[in-house]
């Protein structure tokens, strides 16, 4: 069974950066696509950033030219580095994998998560 282990949330003013990693127990690592999901009470589980297996990126509207993510499939570690960060940020954020040659937008795509790191961003 693959673990995914999130670190790096916190708490930070707005206009300021964060880097999430996100840390997994599988040697197929580098098969898997990999995305970040965040979370806000009420609301549905929406896509941040996903990447596949070949290093392609795609971006949510909302994060596009603040946010980026990256693999490194030598550590088996997933990141996100988030500059210019916003107050409507703020939410539980997921690493997701699914073992596919495609990426999926939508959290039902994804079989495999997290268990989320906070990030707060205040003004």
């Known amino acids: 069974q693959v673990q995914l282990v999130e670190s790096g949330g916190g708490s930070v003013q707005a206009g300021g950066s964060l880097r999430l990693s996100c840390a997994a127990s599988?040697?197929?690592?580098?098969?898997?696509?990999m995305a970040w999901f965040r979370q806000v009470p009420g609301k549905e589980r929406e896509g941040v950033a996903h990447?596949?297996?070949?290093?392609?990126?795609n971006y949510a509207d909302s994060v596009m030219g603040r946010f980026t993510i990256s693999r490194d499939n030598a550590k088996n570690t997933l990141y996100l580095q988030m500059n210019s960060l916003k107050p409507e940020d703020t939410a539980m954020y997921y690493c997701?994998?699914?073992?596919?040659?495609?990426?999926?937008?939508?959290?039902?795509?994804?079989?495999?998560w997290g268990q989320g790191t906070q990030v707060t961003v205040s003004t």
């Open positions: 990447i596949d297996r070949d290093g392609r990126t």
């Open positions: 599988t040697l197929l690592y580098s098969r898997y696509c």
């Open positions: 997701a994998a699914r073992f596919s040659t495609s990426c999926g937008i939508t959290a039902i795509q994804y079989n495999i």
